[in-house]
Nanobody
Framework: QVQLVESGGGLVQAGGSLRLSCAAS????????VGWFRQAPGKERDFVAA????????YYADSVKGRFTISRDNAKNTVYLQMNSLKPEDTAVYYC?????????????????WGQGTQVTVSS
């Protein structure tokens, strides 16, 4: 069992930066790949980025490639999402999720554990 708690969301102007954190409980967290997803009002929950259990592999949605960076510190049981050059269309609730296995995927159903989300609002 893994429990995930997101933090670091807030209000930022367009062009600004935020760093989200996903803190996990459970000694086996380092065995899980972790993904970030986001959901804007009235829209589906979309994939943002994922990182392998070791941190050696990453995968990004085209919409955030070059602006967002996912990383992890297994000693701290934490995964980060550094978001730069933020745009109003990045406004959403951001969720982290964990999955077993080595594959990095954008498929929501592949992720077993989910956090409660953190709100990110980007003003124009």
């Amino acid at each position: 069992q893994v429990q995930l708690v997101e933090s670091g969301g807030g209000l930022v102007q367009a062009g600004g930066s935020l760093r989200l954190s996903c803190a996990a409980s459970g000694r086996t967290f380092s065995m899980y790949a972790v993904g970030w997803f986001r959901q804007a009002p009235g829209k589906e929950r979309d994939f943002v980025a994922a990182i392998s259990w070791s941190g050696a592999s990453t995968y990004y949605a085209d919409s955030v490639k070059g602006r967002f960076t996912i990383s992890r510190d297994n000693a701290k049981n934490t995964v980060y999402l550094q978001m730069n050059s933020l745009k109003p269309e990045d406004t959403a609730v951001y969720y982290c999720a964990a999955k077993g296995g080595v594959e990095l995927t954008a498929t929501r159903g592949s992720y077993l554990y989910w956090g409660q989300g953190t709100q990110v609002t980007v003003s124009s």
